[in-house]
Structure formats: C-alpha cells, structure tokens
C-alpha cells in the first residue's frame, strides 16, 4: 500500500510517474533525459526523497509475441540496479503497447504533433505502465 513509482526505460530518456495504490490512480511525473547513469540515479533519488514510495515499478518491453529483446535485458539491469540501490520492492510489467496507447490518449487530449514532445510520451506511457500494475493486482486481489 502507498505510493509507486513507475518507470518507462529508454536509453535516451526514462518516463516516470507516480500513483497511489488505494485509489488506483496515476499521473506523469517526470522524464529523466540525462543518459549517464550516475545523473540518471541522482535523478530518481531526488524523486524517491520527495515522494517516498513504497514501492517501484519497471515497464519490460517485449515483442508482441511475448518474446524478450535486448531491451528487455535492459530493463531488468535497471530494476536490479533500483533494487539494490534503494532497497524497495521493484515489479516488472509487460509494457506491450503502452507508447502506443500513450500516444494514443495524447491525441485525444488535444496534444497533437506529440513527436516534438516525446518526453511527454515517456512520462504518459510511465503513468499506463502504472495503470496496468494496479489493474493486474486488483485482479489479482480478487
């Protein structure tokens, strides 16, 4: 129970957003587009020290067919590297689709051209990467 934050792993940038269990609600939060790794963690723990979650979330991309790629090796580098640097639970959830479906709720909120804002994209497709955890564990729940 508390506070999540999620994270959508790119090598250029990395989409954050932060969402509370009880209510099963996110909202973008950031996007990290530093691409060295210590300024990378300096950012997220700026983040962690504000928010104080209880837990983290990684996006792990496969293919559509479920098959892993060099990205998914990627992402689980970093949510180990999350893990063993703060110490909070950190859960893996498929993230199939959620640039698209990002991309997707943009458009509809008006954000056309999104492509000259894709740090937008990241933080949005953070926040359905988040989205998709509390629904599995609702589903779970029950």
Not at 43 to 51: G, H, S, T, V, Y
Not at 99 to 118: F, M
Request: net charge negative.
């Amino acid at each position: 129970m508390g506070t999540v934050i999620g994270f959508d792993f790119g090598l250029a940038r990395i989409g954050v957003a932060v969402g509370e269990t009880e209510t099963g609600h996110a909202h973008p939060l950031a996007v990290i587009s530093d691409e060295a790794n210590a300024a990378r963690f300096a950012a997220i723990e700026k983040l962690l020290a504000e928010w104080r979650p209880a837990s983290l979330v990684v996006g792990l991309p496969v293919h559509l067919d479920g098959t892993e790629h060099a990205m998914t090796v990627r992402c689980r580098r970093f949510a180990n590297q999350l893990h063993g640097r703060y110490g909070l639970p950190v859960a893996l959830v498929d993230e199939r689709l959620s640039s698209a479906e990002a991309e997707e709720r943009l458009a509809e909120a008006g954000h056309h051209g999104w492509r000259k804002q894709k740090p937008r994209l990241d933080s949005a497709a953070a926040q359905i990467i988040l989205l998709q955890y509390f629904e599995s564990a609702r589903h779970a729940a029950s």
